[in-house]
């Protein structure tokens, strides 16, 4: 049986997700065993959404725990994880929370607090999760750690600042993890979606180029988390778009994001 942790799981990308692994038994580890339904530990905020996919995906033959822990409540979420860790660590954890903020149709630009809230869940908590899962997977030489961030990591598009550094700095964070954990038989991979149907998505400024379904992004990121990719990043056209933005002179990338209409009012 596969143990998979999934936060952020009432959310459009992480429903999906725990919607195909409760479909796809043991697949997406090799530490899984033939015929037996995945485990799955899923956590969101939303108490209605949460019941509703974990009934799902116990349909769906998944043996499922739910939690809403407190993830900003350092204690909270460190004992939470400690408990996951019994006997041995997770399979799989995919550390998919998060909260997107833009500068506003006005273009007045974003509200402190919500930016602070926003690099608490985006960054401070995965990090935090990297930093305990990482080190009793790697005493236990197994396990995958699964980071959420996107393409906008490439290069801070200029209607969402905050959200755009959030998702450089997990970018970043994670491929720090895969180098220090790669030589101890732990896993970790970085995944960089393009633009995924999603409320969140849509409340997002800006056009919304090579839009994909949330099922479509599940088995794109599974099909990787199964293979250890380092990345995980699409759609291709996009994704190899985003990748120029931070190689290309910077004065220059921003030019071509206003001209594809990224720019302050956009709407």
């Not at 409760?22 to 090799?30: I, P």
């Not at 407190?70 to 799989?92: M, Q, V």
């Amino acid at each position: 049986m596969t143990r998979i942790v999934i936060t952020g799981a009432t959310g459009a990308i992480g429903t999906a997700l725990a919607r195909h692994y409760a479909s796809q038994g043991s697949a997406g580890s090799s530490q899984g065993s033939a015929g037996q339904g995945n485990q799955l530990i899923l956590h969101g905020r939303r108490t209605d959404v949460l019941e509703q996919v974990a009934e799902a995906c116990r349909r769906r033959g998944a043996s499922v725990e739910t939690s809403q822990v407190d993830l900003n409540d350092d204690d909270a979420l460190f004992g939470w994880l400690d408990s996951l860790c019994e006997p041995t660590p997770p399979d799989i954890v995919i550390v998919n929370a998060g909260m997107n903020i833009n500068i506003g149709e006005d273009g007045r630009g974003e509200s402190w607090d919500d930016a602070s809230r926003l690099l608490q869940i985006n960054l401070r908590v995965p990090m935090a999760m990297g930093n305990f899962l990482g080190k009793r997977m790697r005493a236990a030489k197994r396990g995958q750690l699964v980071l959420m961030s996107s393409l906008a990591g490439y290069h801070g598009l200029p209607v969402t600042p905050s959200y755009s550094a959030s998702k450089a700095g997990v970018k970043a964070y994670g491929e720090a993890l895969r180098g220090w954990l790669a030589p101890h038989g732990v896993g970790v991979s970085v995944v960089m979606p393009g633009y995924v149907s999603s409320k969140m998505c849509h409340e997002m400024p800006g056009p919304k180029p090579f839009l994909w379904q949330p099922e479509r992004a599940a088995k794109r990121i599974a099909d990787g988390i199964a293979r250890n990719r380092a990345r995980i990043s699409f759609p291709f056209p996009l994704n190899f778009g985003c990748w120029w933005l931070a190689v290309l002179p910077a004065a220059v990338s921003q030019r071509l994001l206003k001209w594809f209409d990224y720019g302050e009012g956009t709407h």
